[in-house]
């Protein structure tokens, strides 16, 4: 039953990222909705396959999205 609920906010997150304006709040997204896969992995006993979807999805891509923003923000006059 708990696998629903995951893949449900997994999906929802997805979806909400890619309707985001915001792109600091569609990175944070991203980064949900990775976390919810790799728990996913880890329900499916595949220990090794979570950790690299944490560490790759949940983490380093948002920090690479949140970076790019931050560095190619126009500056307000």
């Known amino acids: 039953m ?23 709040k569609a990175a944070i997204l991203t980064g949900i909705s990775g976390f919810c896969v790799a728990f996913l992995f880890q329900i499916l006993l595949a220990p090794d396959v979570a950790l690299t979807q944490a560490i790759v999805e949940g983490a380093i891509v948002p920090v690479f999205i949140a970076l790019a923003v931050l560095k190619t923000r126009r500056e307000e006059a």
């Open 2 to 24: 708990i696998e629903y609920i995951v893949i449900f906010v997994a999906v929802l997150s997805a979806i909400i990222a890619l309707l985001q304006n915001d792109l600091l």
